[in-house]
């Protein structure tokens, strides 16, 4: 039996496992508490990812470097074909099922034009990594997802570079495919800048958007910072 979530595709996976999808800061220990540990180990995480061929190299890296690293952080055997298709294999002496999702969102970066040290943000528990697909929401023209992309990043990368440094989140453009990695509530505005391009609106208008999107951004960071426990 397959089950689907947002972080990948378990085999035989406990149906208490797929209704959980919530609490992002406490995901982690939230499945170990939950889980003892011969039950976690039976749950091996197998899932393949066809990435495009100029990527394959960012994956391994300098002399299997990248590859390495994450096959140590995450626990997960990492299996790279000349196709292009990595496939992750997660392993039974894991005692933290959460890092083979990590490293799937990892690999899915690094494919979609995240450098690795970019990527790797995704070993943070409250990172997150969004992936949107010019294609499904302007059609296939190659023309057309062209003109998008060029809105999204802006003469000389301005428009891509006021995104990030506003939003406080990094914004890959690649083929034809618009990602974004942050976190709560910077990847939401980050986003919704991202859909205004996408609809036509002007850029006066969505760095206009921006701004407000900067002073709410600092009035929640100030309102974390007043009721955080010392």
């Not at 996976?13 to 220990?29: E, F, H, I, N, Y």
């Not at 690293?69 to 074909?81: A, C, Y």
């Not at 891509?160 to 990602?179: D, H, L, P």
């Amino acid at each position: 039996m397959r089950k689907s979530s947002c972080f990948g595709t378990l085999k035989t996976l406990p149906a208490t496992l797929v209704v959980w999808v919530s609490k992002p800061k406490t995901r982690s220990q939230w499945l170990k508490k939950s889980f003892p540990l011969e039950v976690k180990t039976s749950m091996l995480f197998q899932e393949s990812i066809k990435v495009p061929r100029d990527r394959i190299g960012v994956i391994i890296g300098q002399d299997g470097k990248v590859k390495n690293r994450l096959e140590n952080m995450t626990n997960v055997d990492v299996e790279i074909s000349e196709e292009g298709v990595v496939t992750l294999t997660g392993r039974r002496d894991s005692e933290d099922p959460v890092l083979a999702w990590k490293a799937r969102n990892i690999i899915r970066a690094m494919a979609r034009g995240f450098s690795p040290r970019n990527a790797f943000t995704l070993m943070d528990d409250d990172a997150r990594l969004v992936i949107i697909s010019l294609r499904d929401i302007v059609g296939s023209s190659p023309r057309q997802i062209r003109r998008v992309a060029g809105r999204i990043i802006g003469e000389d990368g301005k428009t891509r570079k006021i995104i990030e440094q506003t939003t406080e989140t990094m914004v890959s453009v690649y083929g034809y495919t618009v990602s974004i990695i942050g976190y709560y509530p910077g990847l939401d505005y980050a986003r919704k800048a991202i859909d205004m391009l996408i609809s036509g609106a002007p850029h006066s208008s969505v760095y206009s958007r921006l701004e407000s999107m900067r002073r709410d951004l600092n009035r929640y960071k100030a309102q974390i910072w007043e009721n955080s426990e010392f």
